[in-house]
C-alpha cells in the first residue's frame, strides 16, 4: 500500500484486522471473562410503572442454595452522587430509594454461586407497592407538553425569518403552494446483538470492571464518582463491543451494582442482563409526533418550513429526539424556517442516544413532506432538492467545509436508474405487485473531540497503535492499523492495535460518529514523535550504528533510518542497543476552524419497493446510497457501516416500535420474538458509493463520520417508494401491510 498524501482520497480496502477473532470465537467480549471466584448477580425489575416500594419479601431468596446475598431498596449497596446524561442514564442511582419511575425499574440484585441460582432465587422475591396510575401515552400526554428551553445550545422554539415578516404563518400564508402532514413513530429500542454486560474485580483496593462501553473513560468516571473512589483505583476494559448504536454510552445499572456488591462480598461478581431487562434497563429512543408545513413558489423554491415535534422524555430524565433541530434546522435553503420542539414527560424507561438521534426521526418527517410537495407540484424530487440545496448554513451563515449533495443526488440517480421511473402511482404493476421509486436525502453533523494515540516502534518488527477509544463494530480497530501504516509506510500486517482499556492514551471513546475524525489526526501526530525518539535514540545510543550522525541527517523512510551511505531497519537498531520498543503518545483537537465552517456528512437514497395488491406486503427490491462523507479511510469497513445504517432504515420504516401499555407502561413486546428487527429476508442488495472528497478544513485526515449518516433518510425513501408504488401516503411507522390494505 502506498503513503497517501494528506487529504488525498484513499483506495484502501482491507480485511477486518480483528475479524479472525470474531469468526473463531476469540474475541473476548465482557461476557466472556472468568474471574476466580465470580459470583454472579440477577436484577429484580419492577412489575408496576408508578408508585412506591413498601415491603419486599426476600426471605425465601435468602435461604436458596447458591445465594451470597441479596440487595434492595431496604438493604442497600452503597452508591454516590446522582444522574445525568453522560453519566449514569438516568436521574437517580439504582437501589438507593423506594421509588418506582417505570415498568422494569431495577429495584434489587440477587447474587448467587451461578446465575441460574441467582435467577431461581430472584423469582422468590415479592414486592408490595403503593401504586399510582402511570402517564405512558404520548397522544395522550400532549396537552401537558412542555418547552425543554434549548436545543442544541438555540431556544427549542427558533424563528430564522425572512426581513418584514412576522410570523411563520404569515410566510405559509403568502405561499403559492403549501403541504402539512402529521407524522408519528413508536418508541424504539437498540437491540444490540450482545446483550449489556459487566464483570467487577476487586484487588488491593483497585477495581477492574469488564463492562461492553462506547466509552471507557466515561464509565470510569461515574463508577470512580458513584463507589466514592479516586478515579486512579478504576479502571475499565472494553476490547470488543458487540453493537451499541448509543445505549452503551451511559453507565446503567448493572455495572454500578456489580461494582459495589463485589466491594461488599470481596468477590467478583458479574451481571448480564437477559434480553427482556435490556429493553428497560438500557434506555430507548422517544417516540416522537411531528408536524411538518411547507410553503413554495410553484417553480418549487421553498418559501417557508415549519417543523413542529413532540418527544417521549421521562420523569427518570435521560434524552429525547430533537426532530426538528436536526434536520429542518439546515438541511434545505428557506426564506423563513421555525422550529418548535416539546417534550411530554411520562413514566417510562429513559430515552438516550439512538443512532442518529433527532435525524433519524425528523428526516422521516421532513423528506416525506418534500415529497409530499414535489407530487402536488408536479415536479421530479431530485429536482425539488436540488432546487432548495443550501450552499451555506441557514441564519449562521458560514458556508459548509465540504459539501457534495448535489453530486450525491446526480451520482445516485444515475446508478439507480431513476430516470426511468414513471412519476404517475400505480403507473408499475408486475404480476401481482405494484412497483415503486423512491428517494430521501442523508445528513448528519461531522463531530470530533479531543483524542490522544500511542505509537510503539517494537524490536520484533512490529509497531503498536493504541488508544483508550472503543469498537462495536464499527471497524476501529482496523482503521488504527491503516492509519498506523498509512503514518508509518509499513504493511498493515505489522500494525499491531489495542484499544478500550482506560489505561491507554486518552479518548472520549466512540459516538457521535466521530471515532475515527477525531483518533486519526491524533495517530498521524504520534507516528511523528515516535519517528522523531527513534531517530534521536539511533544518533544518541553509544551502541547504535548510527551513533554520533547529526539527527538532520537522518531521515525515516518506510521502517528503515537512512542517514549518508547507511540504512538500518528500526527492528535492528531496538535489538542493536537491547531495547524492547521506542514510543510517543500524540493528540489532536479542534481549533479555531470548527467556529469559522459548518462540519456535516450528506448522502441520498434511493429505492424500490414492491407491495403486493392482495395482502399490502410491503418487500424492498433494491437500495442505492451515496455517501459523502470526506475521505474514506478503508473502504471495505465503511461499506459495512453505510449498509448496517441503511438496515437500521429498514427497520424503522417497516418493522420496528416498542409496544407500552398506556394502562400499566409495560413494554408488552420486550423480546425478539415480537419485537422486529430486519433480518436477511428483509434486507435487499444495496449498492453503496463514495465521493472521497477529503475536508481537509475539518480535520488533516479529511474524514468524517459516517456511522449514523447511512440511516438518516432510509424510512422516508422507503415510504416515498411505497406511495409511488401505491398511492397510499403512511405517515405513521412502522408502515406495516395492514395500514396498505384496501
Known amino acids: 500500500m502506498q503513503n497517501a498524501a494528506p487529504g488525498a482520497a484513499r483506495t484502501v480496502s482491507v480485511s477486518r484486522v480483528d475479524g479472525r477473532l470474531k469468526v473463531t470465537g476469540g474475541a473476548r467480549y465482557a461476557a466472556d471473562h472468568l474471574a476466580e471466584r465470580a459470583a454472579h448477580g440477577y436484577l429484580l425489575l419492577s412489575t408496576v410503572a408508578r408508585g412506591t416500594i413498601r415491603s419486599m419479601d426476600v426471605a425465601a431468596a435468602e435461604r436458596a442454595p447458591g445465594v451470597l446475598a441479596v440487595y434492595t431498596p431496604f438493604r442497600k449497596l452503597e452508591l454516590q452522587g446522582g444522574g445525568n446524561p453522560f453519566s449514569v442514564g438516568h436521574s437517580w442511582l439504582p437501589l438507593q430509594d423506594a421509588e418506582v419511575r417505570y415498568h422494569g425499574q431495577a429495584i434489587g440484585l440477587v447474587v448467587a454461586e451461578s446465575f441460574e441460582q441467582a435467577r431461581d432465587a430472584a423469582a422468590l422475591v415479592s414486592a408490595d407497592y403503593d401504586v399510582r396510575p402511570p402517564a405512558a401515552s404520548l397522544p395522550d400526554g400532549i396537552a401537558q407538553a412542555t418547552d425543554p428551553g434549548r436545543v442544541n445550545g438555540?431556544?427549542?422554539?427558533?424563528?430564522?425569518?425572512?426581513?418584514?415578516?412576522?410570523?411563520?404563518?404569515?410566510?405559509?400564508?403568502?405561499?403559492?403552494?403549501?403541504?402539512?402532514?402529521?407524522?408519528?413513530?413508536?418508541?424504539?429500542?437498540?437491540?444490540?446483538?450482545?446483550?449489556?454486560?459487566?464483570?467487577?474485580?476487586?484487588?488491593?483496593?483497585?477495581?477492574?470492571?469488564?463492562?461492553?462501553?462506547?466509552?471507557?473513560?466515561?464509565?470510569?468516571?461515574t463508577i470512580a464518582a458513584a463507589l466514592g473512589v479516586e478515579p486512579a483505583r478504576v479502571r475499565v476494559i472494553s476490547p470488543h463491543v458487540g453493537g451499541g448504536f448509543g445505549n452503551k454510552i451511559a453507565t446503567w445499572a448493572h455495572p454500578l451494582l456489580a461494582a459495589a456488591a463485589a466491594r461488599t462480598l470481596g468477590r467478583p461478581v458479574k451481571i448480564v442482563l437477559t434480553r427482556e431487562q435490556t429493553f428497560t434497563i438500557t434506555g430507548n429512543r422517544s417516540a416522537v409526533q411531528q408536524t411538518v408545513t411547507l410553503g413554495a413558489r410553484r417553480d418549487g423554491t421553498l418559501v417557508a418550513v415549519k417543523h413542529q415535534a413532540y418527544s417521549s422524555q421521562s420523569t427518570s430524565g435521560g434524552t429525547f429526539e430533537a426532530s426538528p433541530h436536526t434536520t429542518s434546522r439546515y438541511l434545505y435553503r428557506s426564506e423563513n424556517i421555525h422550529l418548535d420542539q416539546k417534550i411530554v414527560t411520562l413514566d417510562i424507561p429513559p430515552p438516550t442516544w439512538m443512532r442518529a438521534p433527532g435525524q433519524e426521526s425528523g428526516s422521516f418527517a421532513l423528506e416525506t413532506a418534500l415529497d409530499e410537495l414535489a407530487v402536488k407540484l408536479r415536479m421530479d424530487p431530485v429536482a425539488l432538492r436540488l432546487r432548495n440545496n443550501a450552499t451555506v448554513y441557514p441564519g449562521r451563515n458560514v458556508p459548509w467545509s465540504s459539501k457534495h449533495l448535489d453530486e450525491c443526488y446526480r451520482v445516485g440517480a444515475q446508478r439507480f436508474g431513476w430516470d426511468r421511473r414513471d412519476p404517475a402511482p400505480r403507473s408499475v404493476v408486475r404480476g401481482e405487485w405494484l412497483v415503486g421509486m423512491g428517494m430521501a436525502t442523508a445528513v448528519y453533523p461531522a463531530e470530533r473531540f479531543p483524542a490522544s494515540v500511542k505509537v510503539r516502534f517494537q524490536a520484533d518488527g512490529d509497531v503498536a497503535v493504541s488508544s483508550a477509544t472503543a469498537d462495536l463494530g464499527t471497524g476501529m480497530w482496523t482503521v488504527l492499523a491503516v492509519l498506523g501504516s498509512e503514518a508509518l509506510g509499513l504493511p498493515v500486517a505489522r500494525i499491531r492495535t489495542d484499544l478500550g482499556d482506560s489505561t491507554l492514551a486518552t479518548n472520549i471513546g466512540a459516538f457521535g460518529s466521530g471515532a475515527t475524525a477525531s483518533t486519526g489526526p491524533a495517530v498521524a501526530v504520534a507516528a511523528e514523535a515516535a519517528r522523531t525518539e527513534l531517530i534521536t535514540l539511533a544518533v544518541t545510543h553509544e551502541r547504535s550504528p548510527l551513533h554520533g550522525v547529526p539527527a538532520a541527517d537522518v531521515r525515516y523512510d518506510r521502517g528503515d533510518l537512512v542517514a549518508p551511505e547507511r540504512r538500518i531497519g528500526f527492528a535492528a537498531l531496538l535489538q542493536a542497543v537491547g531495547v524492547t520498543g521506542v514510543e510517543a503518545t500524540g493528540s489532536a483537537a479542534p481549533g479555531p476552524e470548527h467556529g469559522q465552517h459548518a462540519f456535516t456528512s450528506f448522502g441520498a437514497h434511493f429505492c424500490e419497493v414492491r407491495v403486493n395488491r392482495?395482502?399490502?406486503?410491503?418487500?424492498?427490491?433494491?437500495i442505492t446510497t451515496v455517501i459523502d462523507g470526506g475521505a474514506i479511510v478503508n473502504a471495505k469497513t465503511a461499506r459495512s457501516q453505510i449498509s448496517g445504517g441503511v438496515i437500521f432504515g429498514i427497520g424503522q420504516a417497516l418493522l420496528e416500535g416498542a409496544q407500552v401499555e398506556p394502562a400499566t407502561g409495560r413494554i408488552a413486546n420486550a423480546n425478539l420474538a415480537e419485537y422486529l428487527l430486519p433480518v436477511n429476508a428483509d434486507v435487499p442488495p444495496i449498492d453503496v458509493h463514495f465521493l472521497d472528497h477529503p475536508d481537509t478544513l475539518f480535520n488533516p485526515l479529511g474524514a468524517r463520520?459516517?456511522?449514523?449518516?447511512?440511516?438518516?433518510?432510509?424510512?422516508?425513501?422507503?415510504?416515498?417508494?411505497?406511495?409511488?408504488?401505491?398511492?397510499?401516503?403512511?405517515?405513521?411507522?412502522?408502515?406495516?401491510?395492514?395500514?396498505?390494505?384496501?
Do not use: C, F
Not at 392482495?614 to 433494491?622: D, N
Open 614 to 622: 392482495w395482502t399490502g406486503e410491503p418487500r424492498l427490491t433494491r
Open 154 to 221: 438555540e431556544p427549542s422554539v427558533l424563528d430564522l425569518l425572512a426581513e418584514g415578516v412576522g410570523t411563520i404563518d404569515e410566510a405559509l400564508a403568502a405561499s403559492e403552494v403549501t403541504v402539512s402532514g402529521t407524522y408519528t413513530q413508536p418508541l424504539k429500542h437498540h437491540s444490540a446483538m450482545e446483550p449489556h454486560a459487566t464483570v467487577a474485580v476487586w484487588q488491593d483496593d483497585q477495581l477492574t470492571l469488564h463492562n461492553g462501553t462506547q466509552s471507557a473513560s466515561l464509565t470510569l468516571g
Open 705 to 742: 463520520g459516517i456511522g449514523e449518516v447511512g440511516t438518516v433518510g432510509v424510512a422516508a425513501a422507503i415510504g416515498n417508494a411505497i406511495h409511488h408504488a401505491t398511492g397510499r401516503r403512511i405517515r405513521d411507522l412502522p408502515i406495516t401491510l395492514d395500514k396498505l390494505l384496501d
